[in-house]
């Protein structure tokens, strides 16, 4: 071995101690962390950056201190502890997940970055003696659920921590160091973007299987290849030929196109030895149809000799699930799909399942699973293959095209270090998939890391708490979210004064600033702006009597819906009178249930009959809606006829006549040129128009989170969380609350409103705070199952009522609405019910929860239990979120919690 650099002896003895040789990349930042810099890597996923995490476990073992290793899921963090544990011994080693605490007082312990989180703002002795802390996919921070937690932790770090951050390759790899280096001093930031695993792209059109890129390609210049192109240039003229139009769908609505079926495909790649497979599809229903389809199929991918092993390992994760649920879960028909080597992956499987899935998959005994995205966020499941169904996603909004971020990321997974040669990226080629934008997005490695961090409730109380008013609001301007919007301005700013130069420019051919044709110019502005305010004038008159008119109509109101989705007959089966946004239930002539707003009606509401309706409405179930609806046509109601508007003509308004004649007598309009001149004077107003707004832009850019800061605590003081600047022992117990709704919860348990609830009553209230349907099926209806349930809920419910209009008024975003699509269902799992039972109350509109959905939620209402046990200043209630959490944690919620 060459001779060890000076600094680096610790590094020598990690080298020996590892198996194979270090990368350049691994060396490097290993060297920097040796030698006293914190080190940011940023390197292709499978590149092996948690090496350069585990050296800094090495370093603090070495040097007598202590070491955190934080990741992102639960599921990591096993995985990491495992390995640990594997290495160094059980007695070095603990995890802390907020579901398990094993050895926490080990100097090495793998948690969850929220658990360090906590830690930090609790001031835990625990911290005593930390040296190193290793933050695994910290590319998380772009997350915008989740991501503020890692930005927490990186700012409240005492200043002696060494840290060690491991990202997927991000293309502003530099702009993050550079803030790490600002808030944590001196920082390596080291980059690798090779992939350890070369990777060929293909594209699969029919049972042929292309390269994607030409032979001829380089960095400089992509070129697709020829036969690819030529082959399906051919195949579109040949539909053209049949009279297919070479569209999806031709003339006579016969289809032009057919995709080969999941298991031909599999099949394909099994004949070409590039399994196994990952095949990607963004929706839970579509990887589960996928997998159906392969088991109605003959399809076989498994081997001799196998079958033993897979039942041990799925005995492994599933044993201890009661025999009475498996047939519910679907055990029998997942196991067979095992046993001929194929699965699904996705959230909405149980843990249990989906950790079998995994383990066999990486043992080589399935070799095709189909899977969602989530499969790319840090688990480690290599294949040697990735195909892609669509190159089109839902993003929660909309369907957009995977950005060359999402695609290199999926696309990562394929390639297995130690066994494949080369990973393979397989698009199945469609005729709207355009090969040459396939192309441009394998080969194009833009992923930018953008701040997802906001200060909340919980966040802005303990820094208050921690720092003071001051010195947190000089924390929040030093977050990397402020760091970008900052480095935003400079381009703003320059901008600015290029557009400054082109208006002066703009003026000389108007006749200079002063001139009368931007006079005359200018009075065509107003004109135009008063006329657009008469038109808006006219919508919120016509939504004020909307909003008056919903506000006056009773239980039992017959209206019509006169536009949209919605239009025709409903009835009124809840009113509201919130000022402002009334939003009363209805059920529809068409069986449809939800709330309506003055949206949907452009004239006032009106009641054109009345009928009665039971005493409670459970308007969730489809039976129900169908009666109701039946009844609704069977009144003899008819809708009325649609009147016209009438629209305000622009002449009564006085300002806007006086405007018409100024304009008009004008010296500037008699003008021959008149026109060509106004052509240049909008494009000097429009110049000037987005000058301002950038100048707007750059004033609400500087200082903008402490601004959100600011409003925060003025909120927090009226309603008794600080007072002088000091938090008070209600804002201690918002403190310790991290949830989304965090500012309900506090004022939920200040108020006692779930004093007096059983166990299950009580968790069946918290769902609705935790808990957020799948798919929109109407705003809030209160309901459950006992009195107690629907009391507390209500008053839940008003809470987060008032707290909207707070954060409206000050222009903060607003909290999460509560969702009681959960009541039922935990509420049955509490109280003792079967899973059955409790599965088909649980869900969306009708449609029961995942066994996989189900545990999750499950879960999540444990969390905020254990949270409410832990803070409730009422005895009772503390004692009675202890019993809820037991209650839950059974069964299903209780196998397999990784």
Known sequence: MSETPVGTQELAVFADEVSFDLDPFQETACAALEEGHSVLVCAPTGAGKTIVGEFAVHMALAQGGKCFYTTPIKALSNQKFADLTARYGRDKVGLLTGDQSINPDAPVVVMTTEVLRNMLYAGSDALDGLSY???????????????????????????????????????????????????????????????????????????????????????????????????????????????????????????????????????????????????????????????????????????????????????????????????????????????????????????????????????????????????????????????????????????????????????????????????????????????????????TRTYPLRSSFRPGYNMSINLIDRLGTTEARELLERSFAQFQADRSVVGLVRGIERNEGALRKLESQLGGVEGSFLEYMNLRERLKTREREIQQQGRADRRGAAVKSLIGLRRGDVVAIPVGRRAGLAVVLEPDQTPGDPRPLVLTEDHWAGRVSAADFPAPAEALGHMALPRRVDHRTARVRRDLASALKGTGISRPRRRREDRARGGEDRELSTLRRSVRSHPAHARPDREQLARVGERYLRL???????????????????????????????????????????????????????????????????????????????????????????????????????????????????????????????????????????????????????????????????????????????????????????????????????????????????
């Open 688 to 898: 000037q128009r987005e000058t301002e707004s950038m100048r707007q832009k750059v004033a609400a850019t500087t200082n903008s989170l402490a601004r959100t800061f600011d409003r925060i605590v003025g909120l927090l003081e009226e309603r008794g969380f600080v007072a002088d600047g000091e938090v008070t022992p209600a804002g201690r117990r918002l403190a310790r609350i991290y949830a989304e709704a965090d500012l309900v919860v506090a004022e939920a348990l200040r108020a006692g409103v779930w004093k007096g609830l059983g166990p299950a009553e009580l968790a069946a209230v918290i769902s609705t705070l935790v808990y957020e349907s799948r798919q929109e099926t109407g705003y809030l209806s209160v309901h459950g199952p006992t009195e107690p349930i629907r009391r507390a809920i209500g008053q839940t419910v008003d809470i987060w009522t008032q707290l909207r209009a707070d954060e409206s008024r000050h222009k903060l975003p607003p909290t999460k609405e509560p969702d009681l699509g959960f009541v039922n269902g935990v509420y049955k799992w509490a109280r003792g019910d079967e899973l059955a039972d409790s599965l088909l109350a649980s869900g969306d509109g009708g449609t029961p929860l995942s066994a996989g959905d189900f545990v999750r939620w499950n879960r999540q209402v444990i969390d905020m239990l254990d949270q409410i046990h832990n803070t409730a200043d009422d005895p009772e209630v503390a004692s009675t979120a202890g019993k809820a959490v037991r209650a839950i944690r059974r069964g299903v919620v209780a196998v397999d919690a990784a």
């Open 133 to 443: 802390v290793v933050m695994d996919e910290v590319h998380y921070l772009a997350d915008r659920f989740r991501g503020a937690v890692w930005e927490e932790v990186i700012l409240h770090l005492p200043p002696e921590v060494k840290l060690v951050s491991l990202s997927a390759t991000v293309s502003n790899a530099e702009e993050f160091g550079a803030w790490m280096e600002t808030v944590r001093g001196d920082t390596a930031v080291v980059v690798d973007e090779t992939r350890p695993i070369p990777l060929s792209q293909h594209v699969l059109v029919g049972k042929r299987l292309f390269d994607l890129f030409d032979a001829k390609s380089s960095d400089q210049k992509v070129l697709v290849d020829e036969d690819l192109v030529r082959h399906i240039k051919q195949r579109e003229a040949s539909d053209r030929m049949h009279g297919y139009g070479g569209g999806p769908r031709g003339r006579g609505g016969r289809t032009s196109f057919r995709p080969i079926s999941r298991p031909e495909v599999l099949a394909r790649l099994d004949d070409e030895g590039l399994l196994p497979a990952i095949t990607f599809i963004f929706s839970r229903a579509g990887c589960d149809g996928a997998l159906a389809q392969c088991v109605r199929s003959r399809l076989d991918l498994s081997r001799e000799g196998e079958a033993e092993q897979i039942d041990a390992i799925i005995e492994k994760h599933t044993g201890d699930l009661p025999k009475a649920d498996l047939e519910v879960l679907g055990y029998w028909e997942w196991r067979e799909a095992l046993h001929r080597g194929f699965a699904s992956h996705h959230a909405g499987m149980l843990p249990a399942f989906r950790h079998t899935v995994e383990e066999l998959f990486v043992k080589g005994l399935v070799r095709a699973v189909f899977a969602t995205e989530t499969l790319a966020l840090g688990i480690n499941m290599p294949a040697r293959t990735v195909v892609m169904e669509r190159l089109v996603k839902f993003n929660g909004e909309s369907h957009a095209e995977l950005t060359p971020g999402e695609y290199t990321q999926l696309t990562g997974r394929a390639g297995r270090r130690g066994i494949d040669v080369e990973g393979h990226a397989v698009v199945l080629w469609q005729p709207e998939v355009d090969t040459s934008a396939v192309a441009g997005l394998a080969s």
